[in-house]
């Protein structure tokens, strides 16, 4: 079974600094994707970036970036420039797409980091 | 903007009384996921379909909660009887297995059992 872990329960960034969230993960798979999520207290959960385990380039989005390391299954987020409006709690979660496995689509989740950005 | 809705957005109920918890998929994706979130515990899974079909149900309490997809467009979550521990918000989500492998999420049900 995939694990996911989050080894920060909290963060704290300046506004306009930078701030990266780790995550690793375990899973003997050789094609999934992993996520970023985002939780405001609204609770919504909104995708931030998102990296394909076969792509080597780390996937960015604007101000959010990734540091993917397959062979030391780390996935950590990088938030440049941060905002006041980025203070959630932020989730990294790992899917399978391994087709035929009974994991396959499976959506699992680290326990989370709550950032707060302090303006 | 096709999105997933659920409902109810907020329950309030007392123990022992049944609760259904209702969710839409957007349509085409074939794969719909019923999550818990307690501070506890975080995000678990409690059920998984994939076109329609139950794949996983490890994480439900089989002796009170039950999951069914009656057709493509809306996915059930029932307990019965309710219980306090069951207090939470229940997220829906739904996806495809295609090239992005997003997953899309309801806005989920709080639930308070009294």
């Known amino acids: 079974a995939q694990t996911v872990t989050q080894s920060q329960p909290e963060m704290s960034v300046q506004e306009a600094e930078t701030v990266t969230l780790s995550c690793t993960y375990d899973?003997?798979?050789?094609?999934?994707?992993l996520f970023w999520y985002k939780q405001p207290p609204s609770r919504q959960m909104i995708l931030v970036i998102r990296?394909?385990?076969?792509?080597?380039q780390n996937a960015t989005e604007n101000r959010f970036s990734v540091n993917f390391q397959k062979a030391a299954k780390s996935f950590s987020l990088k938030i440049s420039d941060s905002q006041l409006g980025d203070a959630a709690m932020y989730f990294c979660a790992y899917r399978s797409a391994q087709a035929g496995g009974t994991s396959y689509g499976k959506l699992t989740f680290g326990q989370g980091t709550i950032l707060t950005v302090h303006p | 903007d096709a999105r997933v809705t659920q409902t109810p957005r907020d329950k309030v109920t007392e123990m022992g009384q049944e609760v259904t918890m209702r969710c839409q998929p957007i349509?085409?994706?074939?794969?719909v996921f019923w999550y818990r979130q307690t501070m506890m515990q975080g995000l678990e899974l409690l059920a998984y379909f994939r076109n329609r079909a139950p794949l996983d149900d490890s994480g439900m309490p089989k002796d009170r909660f039950s999951a069914e997809m009656p057709d493509a467009t809306l996915a059930t979550l029932k307990i019965q009887p309710s219980e306090p521990r069951d207090s939470a918000v229940y997220f829906c989500?739904?996806?495809?297995?295609?090239?992005?492998?997003?997953?899309?999420f309801g806005e989920g049900s709080r639930l308070t059992v009294l």
């Open positions: 990296q394909e385990a076969y792509k080597q």
């Open positions: 349509l085409g994706h074939n794969t």
């Open positions: 989500a739904s996806g495809d297995l295609g090239v992005t492998g997003e997953l899309f």
């Open positions: 899973t003997s798979e050789s094609d999934y994707y």
